[in-house]
């Protein structure tokens, strides 16, 4: 079973509340990974922001809606409670609760009328309530992630369409700007004196593997737009890199590796980084080569530590 939405979760969670007592937060996430026969798998599943635990941030979202509609009380750090409200709905023996159900608490339509009166930007973090709510409904948090990863992946195919316009010394520059980037070769000055070496047995450049230069790292950059880079070329690289007396090479291309190359680099002594141009890209959005930010959101959660007496 996959990991329930969040509006799943809400009567789950009620019905473990219903014994009165004060629950742990921590008690509740495992008993609903019990009750939905997680895996382990799923139940260690990281949001894409890696700071939770996608099923933590799930129970977490359902108890917070529940909360403002009234339904659970939080009755001290890392706890909470069911209300006579909440028990009110459960002797009602819902189907289900999601969304629409807490809208009909005046508790919870005051939370949407506040909602409401928020700043764009503001709106943009929260959940809203659609008169037609999608199953699954993710939360917030899920919704910035997805938000960031769809920009992300369109500027990253953004980037690898130019850099395809690029001339083949551009392309070179461009590696060595990167991998300096990345903390290889010490400078952009010291690491262009040994690029643009054609000729010199397919090998593309040169640059020190840290600022000391005590190993040496030799690059093959492949500008390609049709086809995958295929065992044979990845062989004459690693042959290649002999004649520098090199144990590391960085290949990297515009387009992909056929799987023979990546298997072939799994099996010799020598280490050899495949760059492709979806790696290329990304690698190029984190260390700020080619791109630049023109927008910064600040994400704010409650210090719990700070409200401790």
Partial sequence: MSIPDFQSLMLPLLRLLADEREWAMRDLTRALEDEFD??????????????TRVIVNRVGWAKAHMKEAGLIASVRRGYAKITGDGKALLARNPASID???????????????????????????EVAV???????????????????????????????????????????????ELLVAMGYGGSIADAGKAVGR?????IDGV?????LGLDVIVIQAKKWT???????????FVGSMEGFRASKGVFITTSTFSGPAVEYIQQIQRKIALIDGRLLANLMI???????????????????????E
């Fill in 38 to 51: 997680l895996t382990e798998g799923e139940r260690q599943e990281m949001l894409p922001s890696g700071y």
């Fill in 99 to 125: 969304l629409k159900v807490l809208v009909q608490f005046p508790a919870y339509q005051e939370f949407q009328k506040r909602k409401k009166s928020e700043t764009a930007a503001e709106v943009a973090a």
């Fill in 130 to 176: 659609p008169e037609q709510v999608a199953t699954p409904l993710i939360t917030p948090d899920e919704q910035i992630d997805a938000s960031h990863t769809e920009l992300h992946e369109a500027l990253a195919a953004e980037i690898l369409e130019q850099v395809i316009l690029f001339s083949d010394s551009r392309f070179e520059q461009l590696v060595v």
């Fill in 198 to 202: 054609r000729g010199d047995g397919g």
């Fill in 207 to 211: 640059i020190k593997e840290d600022r």
């Fill in 226 to 236: 049709n086809g995958s880079v295929g065992r044979p070329d990845v062989q004459a």
């Fill in 286 to 308: 984190e260390h700020g080569v080619g791109v630049t930010t023109y927008r910064t959101i600040q994400l704010k959660r409650l210090d719990m530590d700070y409200f401790q």
